[in-house]
């Protein structure tokens, strides 16, 4: 690891050294540190900046090399890779007039001179022949400190750039606005800075305004209601006829702002930032201050290629700089000059704040489609680095860990597209968050940072030196489009650093550093926010930051800290995060007790999270007023149900008396308290019980003596608790009323947000609701009782033995109850008539009592129920009848269980109950039966039991009683078994495709072809149709012998009878037949001369060539070859199916040796044509020993040719005779020449000759046989 210096960030990219060091001169802006780590340092990036930090915080910015084997390929397809940008106006980052109404100003203006002056305005102020806005006008000396600062400073030249952005500046020109200013704006800015010093005075603007008379309407007798955002309606009292825009209440009319053009109102603490007081004079809200039409902001562009973004890119640079490479010092010179507003409009192009989840990041992610051009090892490595910025936020010590939704910029890293001059404005990251940033490639990006410590400092310069912007926009650094030349930040004693990051650098920056900059050229970078340890106390800062300034922040601030203290963190963590907890338990004490204070009494719990260990998954509520996430707690009031505040705002949400608010909590004191204990460094047993007795000791301190004013003098928090505890003992021995417990109950909300010191008043409100649960219970159980006895309804409620018991079994009582006796001795008669009641009576007793009726003498009460028994069992009887005659479905039969269950604790023997019982529990039976065998029936490999099954299925079904609709299904299921039992012995016996085809159409209409069985066996039959017709189409057209053996190897995985395998396996079998017996014509061996025993027929080779090509077995026929190999050679050629490469081999080794014949027969004639002369001369003088000696040099040379054909050539025999000869011919000739007379030499020759002429004849002869053959 080591610190850089200004010339390492320069080198290699803008070429000198130099450059740098004079550019820092220029600005003369520090450097902040370079670090380098190591492979070892580089390993872990929190880790690493931890490290660093002590050092580089200070800067707020610090520049990171990897280490030089560590290049991330860039995983986005450039050429398919399009994004949308935003248009630039970057002279008007800092050089701009405030978006001011001119009408809400015109108004404004107006009112003070017709108030102040006694006159109206002119109609219109001319400046160089057009109407001088007075608004800008009022704005940019106000930029400028006033009339006064301006005129001393000299800077009316800059007014007059704010008034005419287009135009020449003369002295004239100045010296002209200058006196408009003094005799038209003058006053006014006197009047308008003594409202803003005399803001202690309390003006009661509000509802109490004074209206004028032409927008005056009298609202003194009538009630307005205004619909909200939240389609609520809100009925305002009397008088009060206004709704803040904020919170969308019409209350606390007495802080309520109304805007004195639009007349629309808000609140003085719903305002952004919020309001101390009412200011005095006239108020204007921001949309009558802000014009739309001046509203400066980054308006969207066009939606780019990288391709075309780089022409656009490449043409701004050439505009500025050529064809030439621009220093670092002219650069920056440039935009600064840009920004200044001295070197006119300049727009330029950005594609920024790109969601990497929507356009794709530029580091590998692990559900991203790999590029070809990556490899694999290369692409998992990058995809799994610490480094990646899609894995920073999560890494193992960062505290976003917890945060389990993609927040676009913050979890999900955000891509850049930047080309030459595209700014990124002053600003701090989100929730004071870290940041990192890596440039991919390109031009480098230029940083400049103000430290953290500094923020307050930076912060009023900005104020200072643009007033009117922050007049027209508080929240302006929240917008990030205002740059501030550092110079002035400097000035100001802001120390101000810069970095230059080249591609493969990462910048970090840190908590709370403000930092902007510009890109040098085209470049994609791409950054995200992380958050270690000692980021908690910073966003702490920036969630009370978002709530100052009414604005929603990007997570809940509470919700994290208590995520992360339930969860395994880390030591490193625990100092942070007790010292937030600490803090938000302070502030809860503080606010709950002086909530309880004001009245507020009613609490309740909030709702459990589902998912409690993460972040961000359940929405929180948030503060109408602050836009605060209320995750620990907050006030509701019963008017407003969906309406939540913080308890900050709790006099706010409405002007319901404080008895009507309730406060919701998600954690006690007492567990925020233990969530407190839980981040301290403590292990040790001994430490834990030290932790528990200080828990005890510091709540009973922090609530003991919390107290509130009541009739006759104050109480303590400490005092209610005791005697509500006291009161809730007496309760429990009491005999139970419900009012009472629910009035406990309700007067224990007011102690059960507190700390462990309330813990006996939670256990005594645990057994108050289990008293009153079990006592309810008791009750509930006995009124169903009376009304069982009172109606004896079926479809009355019955009371479950069980619930009963359980009511019965507790040990001690929870409390006093006396119904619980009632319960107890009615349960002891159920049981004992249950222990009685196990003897049933016949039906033809009741018939036999019924006739004995009439003779007795007195009159019996039993006598009318025995009646009604036999009543209701002939009612059972006839009903039961009506069912066994007709024919009964298994569905009406279900229907009847309620009348079955009714029935079963019938103490009379139905016969025909009985029966229809009997029918029914077949019926029940053989369904449940066919549920078993149907269930994955056809997953079964006992296909041949499962018909069985089925088969009994069948039988039985048509045996019941009952109809059952299912019998048909049974049928289907039998046939498609069967064909199940079918499919099994296709895989264990070869077929024909056509049996299988047929056997196919069958399983197709009973629709079980989606099978895996029936899917495997289409398989096999779509293979087998498809290698039919392969097979059949290369016998056709004879193709080569590799397409034959491929068939014959696919064939080998169809497990069906293949018609065509016969005749390809004959094909190929007679092709390497044909090929053995060729073999001898196709290898010999040039390289080797052959004896004369191995050489073959040439004879033989011209008759198979011939019968290869034309297929006509009648030639060979015709001549007087006997060889059988030749014949069998010509009769398997005529029936060969397969293109042979070997045939055309055989026509070139035919070609060759015919070619070497025809040259030995020529030469052969020429040698007979030398014999044959008459006039030979002297020999020497004719040329003829000249001719004679050549003759015999190619002769020797065509035999030598011939001889590696290995062929018997009977030509060669005679060449070799010709060329004897006509050597002796040529030695006679040369001794003629020397010795002998002529006619020595005219009585040998022509002996010499009449023999060469015979053997010449002879061999012209059997040249002529070749030819013939």
């Given at each position: 690891?080591?610190?850089?210096?200004?010339?390492?960030?320069?080198?290699?990219?803008?070429?000198?050294?130099?450059?740098?060091?004079?550019?820092?001169?220029?600005?003369?802006?520090?450097?902040?540190?370079?670090?380098?780590?190591?492979?070892?340092?580089?390993?872990?990036?929190?880790?690493?900046?931890?490290?660093?930090?002590?050092?580089?915080?200070?800067?707020?910015?610090?520049?990171?090399?990897?280490?030089?084997?560590?290049?991330?390929?860039?995983?986005?397809?450039?050429?398919?890779?399009?994004?949308?940008?935003?248009?630039?106006?970057?002279?008007?980052?800092?050089?701009?007039?405030?978006?001011?109404?001119?009408?809400?100003?015109?108004?404004?203006?107006?009112?003070?001179?017709?108030?102040?002056?006694?006159?109206?305005?002119?109609?219109?102020?001319?400046?160089?022949?057009?109407?001088?806005?007075?608004?800008?006008?009022?704005?940019?000396?106000?930029?400028?400190?006033?009339?006064?600062?301006?005129?001393?400073?000299?800077?009316?030249?800059?007014?007059?750039?704010?008034?005419?952005?287009?135009?020449?500046?003369?002295?004239?020109?100045?010296?002209?606005?200058?006196?408009?200013?003094?005799?038209?704006?003058?006053?006014?800015?006197?009047?308008?800075?003594?409202?803003?010093?005399?803001?202690?005075?309390?003006?009661?603007?509000?509802?109490?305004?004074?209206?004028?008379?032409?927008?005056?309407?009298?609202?003194?007798?009538?009630?307005?209601?205004?619909?909200?955002?939240?389609?609520?309606?809100?009925?305002?009292?009397?008088?009060?006829?206004?709704?803040?825009?904020?919170?969308?209440?019409?209350?606390?009319?007495?802080?309520?702002?109304?805007?004195?053009?639009?007349?629309?109102?808000?609140?003085?603490?719903?305002?952004?930032?919020?309001?101390?007081?009412?200011?005095?004079?006239?108020?204007?809200?921001?949309?009558?201050?802000?014009?739309?039409?001046?509203?400066?902001?980054?308006?969207?562009?066009?939606?780019?290629?990288?391709?075309?973004?780089?022409?656009?890119?490449?043409?701004?640079?050439?505009?500025?700089?050529?064809?030439?490479?621009?220093?670092?010092?002219?650069?920056?010179?440039?935009?600064?000059?840009?920004?200044?507003?001295?070197?006119?409009?300049?727009?330029?192009?950005?594609?920024?704040?790109?969601?990497?989840?929507?356009?794709?990041?530029?580091?590998?992610?692990?559900?991203?489609?790999?590029?070809?051009?990556?490899?694999?090892?290369?692409?998992?490595?990058?995809?799994?680095?610490?480094?990646?910025?899609?894995?920073?936020?999560?890494?193992?010590?960062?505290?976003?860990?917890?945060?389990?939704?993609?927040?676009?910029?913050?979890?999900?890293?955000?891509?850049?597209?930047?080309?030459?001059?595209?700014?990124?404005?002053?600003?701090?990251?989100?929730?004071?968050?870290?940041?990192?940033?890596?440039?991919?490639?390109?031009?480098?990006?230029?940083?400049?940072?103000?430290?953290?410590?500094?923020?307050?400092?930076?912060?009023?310069?900005?104020?200072?030196?643009?007033?009117?912007?922050?007049?027209?926009?508080?929240?302006?650094?929240?917008?990030?489009?205002?740059?501030?030349?550092?110079?002035?930040?400097?000035?100001?004693?802001?120390?101000?650093?810069?970095?230059?990051?080249?591609?493969?650098?990462?910048?970090?920056?840190?908590?709370?550093?403000?930092?902007?900059?510009?890109?040098?050229?085209?470049?994609?970078?791409?950054?995200?926010?992380?958050?270690?340890?000692?980021?908690?106390?910073?966003?702490?800062?920036?969630?009370?930051?978002?709530?100052?300034?009414?604005?929603?922040?990007?997570?809940?601030?509470?919700?994290?800290?208590?995520?992360?203290?339930?969860?395994?963190?880390?030591?490193?963590?625990?100092?942070?995060?007790?010292?937030?907890?600490?803090?938000?338990?302070?502030?809860?004490?503080?606010?709950?007790?002086?909530?309880?204070?004001?009245?507020?009494?009613?609490?309740?719990?909030?709702?459990?999270?589902?998912?409690?260990?993460?972040?961000?998954?359940?929405?929180d509520p948030t503060c109408i007023i602050c836009q605060r996430f209320l995750h620990i707690s907050a006030v509701v009031c019963r008017c407003r149900p969906s309406a939540f505040v913080c308890l900050e705002h709790w006099e706010h949400i409405c002007e319901c008396k404080p008895n009507k608010h309730r406060l919701t909590y998600r954690y006690t004191l007492a567990e925020l308290?233990?969530?407190?204990?839980?981040?301290?460094?403590?292990?040790?047993?001994?430490?834990?019980?030290?932790?528990?007795?200080?828990?005890?000791?510091?709540?009973?301190?922090?609530?003991?003596?919390?107290?509130?004013?009541?009739?006759?003098?104050?109480?303590?928090?400490?005092?209610?608790?005791?005697?509500?505890?006291?009161?809730?003992?007496?309760?429990?021995?009491?005999?139970?009323?419900?009012?009472?417990?629910?009035?406990?109950?309700?007067?224990?909300?007011?102690?059960?947000?507190?700390?462990s010191e309330m813990d006996p008043v939670r256990v005594m409100v645990k057994n108050l609701i289990e008293a009153q649960n079990w006592a309810e219970g008791v009750k509930d159980c006995l009124s169903k009782l009376a009304l069982w006895?009172?109606?004896?309804?079926?479809?009355?409620?019955?009371?479950?033995?069980?619930?009963?018991?359980?009511?019965?079994?507790?040990?001690?009582?929870?409390?006093?109850?006396?119904?619980?006796?009632?319960?107890?001795?009615?349960?002891?008669?159920?049981?004992?008539?249950?222990?009685?009641?196990?003897?049933?009576?016949?039906?033809?007793?009741?018939?036999?009592?019924?006739?004995?009726?009439?003779?007795?003498?007195?009159?019996?009460?039993?006598?009318?129920?025995?009646?009604?028994?036999?009543?209701?069992?002939?009612?059972?009887?006839?009903?039961?009848?009506?069912?066994?005659?007709?024919?009964?479905?298994?569905?009406?039969?279900?229907?009847?269980?309620?009348?079955?269950?009714?029935?079963?604790?019938?103490?009379?023997?139905?016969?025909?109950?009985?029966?229809?019982?009997?029918?029914?529990?077949?019926?029940?039976?053989?369904?449940?039966?066919?549920?078993?065998?149907?269930?994955?029936?056809?997953?079964?490999?006992?296909?041949?039991?499962?018909?069985?099954?089925?088969?009994?299925?069948?039988?039985?079904?048509?045996?019941?009683?009952?109809?059952?609709?299912?019998?048909?299904?049974?049928?289907?299921?039998?046939?498609?078994?069967?064909?199940?039992?079918?499919?099994?012995?296709?895989?264990?016996?070869?077929?024909?495709?056509?049996?299988?085809?047929?056997?196919?159409?069958?399983?197709?209409?009973?629709?079980?072809?989606?099978?895996?069985?029936?899917?495997?066996?289409?398989?096999?039959?779509?293979?087998?149709?498809?290698?039919?017709?392969?097979?059949?189409?290369?016998?056709?057209?004879?193709?080569?012998?590799?397409?034959?053996?491929?068939?014959?190897?696919?064939?080998?995985?169809?497990?069906?009878?293949?018609?065509?395998?016969?005749?390809?396996?004959?094909?190929?079998?007679?092709?390497?037949?044909?090929?053995?017996?060729?073999?001898?014509?196709?290898?010999?061996?040039?390289?080797?001369?052959?004896?004369?025993?191995?050489?073959?027929?040439?004879?033989?080779?011209?008759?198979?060539?011939?019968?290869?090509?034309?297929?006509?077995?009648?030639?060979?026929?015709?001549?007087?070859?006997?060889?059988?190999?030749?014949?069998?050679?010509?009769?398997?050629?005529?029936?060969?199916?397969?293109?042979?490469?070997?045939?055309?081999?055989?026509?070139?080794?035919?070609?060759?040796?015919?070619?070497?014949?025809?040259?030995?027969?020529?030469?052969?004639?020429?040698?007979?044509?030398?014999?044959?002369?008459?006039?030979?001369?002297?020999?020497?003088?004719?040329?003829?020993?000249?001719?004679?000696?050549?003759?015999?040099?190619?002769?020797?040379?065509?035999?030598?040719?011939?001889?590696?054909?290995?062929?018997?050539?009977?030509?060669?025999?005679?060449?070799?005779?010709?060329?004897?000869?006509?050597?002796?011919?040529?030695?006679?000739?040369?001794?003629?020449?020397?010795?002998?007379?002529?006619?020595?030499?005219?009585?040998?020759?022509?002996?010499?000759?009449?023999?060469?002429?015979?053997?010449?004849?002879?061999?012209?002869?059997?040249?002529?046989?070749?030819?013939?053959?």
């Amino acid at each position: 690891m080591g610190k850089g210096r200004p010339r390492s960030v320069e080198k290699g990219v803008l070429g000198q050294s130099s450059s740098a060091s004079s550019s820092s001169n220029s600005l003369k802006i520090p450097p902040a540190p370079v670090y380098y780590p190591n492979e070892e340092e580089f390993k872990d990036p929190l880790e690493f900046i931890c490290k660093i930090r002590p050092e580089a915080e200070p800067y707020g910015i610090c520049r990171i090399v990897p280490p030089k084997d560590w290049k991330p390929p860039f995983a986005l397809d450039l050429d398919s890779f399009t994004f949308p940008t935003k248009t630039q106006a970057i002279h008007q980052l800092q050089v701009r007039s405030a978006a001011c109404d001119s009408k809400t100003f015109e108004l404004e203006y107006n009112r003070f001179l017709e108030a102040h002056c006694g006159r109206k305005a002119k109609k219109r102020v001319v400046f160089e022949g057009e109407e001088l806005d007075l608004c800008k006008l009022f704005n940019a000396v106000k930029r400028y400190g006033g009339y006064d600062k301006a005129l001393d400073q000299k800077k009316w030249g800059e007014v007059f750039r704010f008034v005419r952005p287009v135009g020449k500046i003369s002295e004239c020109a100045k010296h002209v606005l200058c006196q408009l200013y003094r005799e038209h704006l003058y006053d006014y800015e006197s009047y308008y800075n003594r409202l803003n010093q005399e803001g202690d005075k309390n003006y009661n603007r509000g509802m109490h305004k004074e209206r004028k008379s032409e927008s005056h309407v009298d609202f003194s007798s009538s009630k307005r209601r205004q619909k909200n955002n939240l389609d609520e309606r809100v009925e305002v009292e009397e008088g009060l006829d206004q709704i803040c825009e904020q919170c969308n209440s019409g209350l606390h009319g007495e802080v309520m702002l109304l805007c004195d053009r639009c007349d629309k109102g808000w609140h003085i603490y719903c305002l952004s930032p919020p309001l101390k007081r009412i200011p005095p004079g006239n108020w204007y809200c921001l949309d009558c201050l802000n014009s739309e039409k001046d509203s400066f902001g980054f308006v969207p562009g066009k939606q780019y290629s990288v391709e075309a973004f780089k022409r656009v890119a490449d043409r701004a640079k050439r505009k500025w700089f050529g064809s030439v490479s621009a220093s670092r010092v002219q650069l920056e010179k440039k935009f600064w000059e840009i920004v200044e507003g001295s070197v006119g409009e300049v727009e330029v192009m950005y594609g920024s704040d790109l969601d990497t989840s929507v356009y794709g990041s530029g580091f590998p992610r692990v559900n991203d489609q790999k590029p070809p051009s990556i490899g694999a090892e290369v692409w998992d490595k990058y995809c799994a680095t610490p480094w990646n910025l899609n894995n920073l936020p999560m890494l193992q010590g960062s505290m976003l860990q917890a945060v389990h939704n993609s927040i676009a910029g913050v979890m999900v890293p955000w891509l850049y597209i930047g080309m030459l001059f595209s700014s990124f404005c002053w600003h701090f990251e989100d929730h004071c968050f870290y940041s990192m940033n890596y440039l991919h490639w390109g031009e480098p990006k230029c940083w400049y940072s103000v430290p953290g410590s500094e923020a307050g400092a930076f912060e009023k310069v900005m104020r200072n030196s643009l007033p009117d912007l922050f007049d027209a926009q508080p929240d302006l650094l929240f917008q990030l489009v205002t740059m501030l030349h550092p110079a002035v930040l400097q000035e100001h004693d802001v120390p101000v650093y810069s970095v230059l990051q080249e591609p493969g650098n990462f910048v970090i920056t840190f908590p709370r550093s403000y930092h902007g900059g510009f890109n040098f050229g085209l470049n994609c970078a791409e950054a995200v926010n992380f958050a270690p340890a000692d980021w908690l106390p910073h966003g702490s800062f920036g969630a009370e930051l978002y709530q100052l300034y009414h604005k929603a922040a990007v997570l809940s601030h509470e919700e994290l800290l208590c995520v992360v203290a339930k969860s395994d963190f880390d030591s490193k963590v625990s100092p942070y995060l007790n010292k937030e907890l600490r803090r938000i338990y302070d502030k809860e004490k503080t606010w709950r007790g002086r909530l309880w204070r004001n009245g507020i009494i009613r609490s309740s719990p909030m709702s459990t999270r589902k998912q409690p260990k993460y972040v961000g998954v359940e929405e929180d509520p948030t503060c109408i007023i602050c836009q605060r996430f209320l995750h620990i707690s907050a006030v509701v009031c019963r008017c407003r149900p969906s309406a939540f505040v913080c308890l900050e705002h709790w006099e706010h949400i409405c002007e319901c008396k404080p008895n009507k608010h309730r406060l919701t909590y998600r954690y006690t004191l007492a567990e925020l308290n233990d969530l407190v204990l839980m981040t301290e460094n403590q292990n040790s047993e001994e430490m834990k019980q030290n932790r528990n007795v200080r828990r005890q000791h510091l709540c009973t301190n922090e609530l003991g003596a919390l107290s509130k004013k009541v009739k006759g003098g104050h109480v303590t928090f400490a005092q209610l608790a005791e005697d509500w505890l006291l009161k809730s003992c007496k309760i429990l021995q009491t005999p139970y009323t419900s009012d009472a417990y629910r009035d406990a109950l309700k007067a224990a909300e007011q102690f059960l947000w507190a700390g462990s010191e309330m813990d006996p008043v939670r256990v005594m409100v645990k057994n108050l609701i289990e008293a009153q649960n079990w006592a309810e219970g008791v009750k509930d159980c006995l009124s169903k009782l009376a009304l069982w006895s009172c109606h004896r309804n079926h479809e009355i409620e019955k009371v479950r033995m069980e619930h009963v018991s359980s009511l019965l079994g507790f040990n001690p009582l929870p409390c006093n109850e006396p119904g619980n006796l009632k319960l107890k001795l009615w349960t002891e008669k159920v049981r004992k008539c249950i222990s009685e009641a196990n003897v049933t009576v016949e039906v033809d007793i009741l018939y036999k009592l019924k006739a004995e009726i009439s003779e007795l003498q007195v009159q019996l009460p039993e006598i009318e129920m025995l009646l009604d028994l036999i009543k209701y069992v002939d009612s059972c009887r006839s009903r039961c009848n009506e069912m066994l005659k007709g024919s009964v479905s298994l569905k009406v039969v279900l229907k009847l269980e309620g009348f079955f269950g009714e029935m079963s604790g019938f103490t009379v023997n139905i016969p025909e109950l009985e029966l229809l019982r009997r029918y029914r529990n077949d019926a029940v039976a053989w369904f449940s039966r066919f549920k078993d065998v149907v269930k994955n029936i056809h997953e079964r490999e006992d296909q041949e039991f499962v018909v069985e099954e089925l088969t009994c299925l069948e039988r039985d079904g048509a045996l019941l009683k009952v109809q059952v609709d299912d019998l048909p299904c049974v049928k289907v299921e039998l046939k498609k078994a069967c064909c199940r039992v079918k499919a099994l012995e296709l895989f264990k016996h070869l077929y024909r495709p056509f049996v299988v085809k047929c056997l196919w159409n069958i399983y197709s209409k009973l629709e079980i072809e989606k099978e895996m069985l029936f899917v495997e066996i289409s398989r096999v039959l779509a293979l087998a149709m498809h290698w039919e017709e392969r097979a059949k189409r290369s016998l056709a057209r004879e193709a080569q012998m590799s397409e034959f053996e491929d068939v014959i190897r696919t064939s080998e995985e169809i497990f069906v009878i293949l018609p065509s395998i016969g005749d390809v396996k004959e094909a190929i079998s007679a092709a390497k037949s044909w090929l053995n017996k060729s073999k001898p014509f196709l290898c010999s061996d040039s390289s080797v001369v052959p004896t004369s025993c191995s050489l073959l027929k040439i004879e033989d080779l011209k008759v198979l060539c011939i019968l290869c090509s034309c297929g006509c077995f009648s030639i060979w026929q015709s001549t007087q070859l006997t060889y059988v190999t030749m014949q069998d050679l010509a009769s398997q050629s005529e029936l060969l199916k397969i293109s042979l490469e070997e045939r055309s081999m055989l026509q070139t080794v035919l070609e060759d040796c015919v070619q070497w014949e025809n040259e030995a027969c020529s030469l052969l004639r020429d040698g007979e044509c030398l014999l044959g002369c008459d006039d030979i001369g002297d020999g020497r003088s004719s040329g003829l020993i000249l001719k004679i000696e050549s003759q015999v040099t190619k002769i020797e040379s065509v035999v030598k040719a011939g001889l590696p054909l290995a062929f018997e050539f009977f030509v060669i025999p005679k060449l070799r005779d010709a060329s004897s000869t006509l050597r002796w011919c040529f030695k006679v000739l040369c001794l003629c020449a020397v010795a002998p007379g002529l006619e020595m030499c005219n009585v040998s020759f022509p002996a010499m000759v009449g023999q060469l002429a015979e053997a010449i004849k002879k061999h012209n002869s059997r040249i002529q046989l070749c030819e013939e053959i």
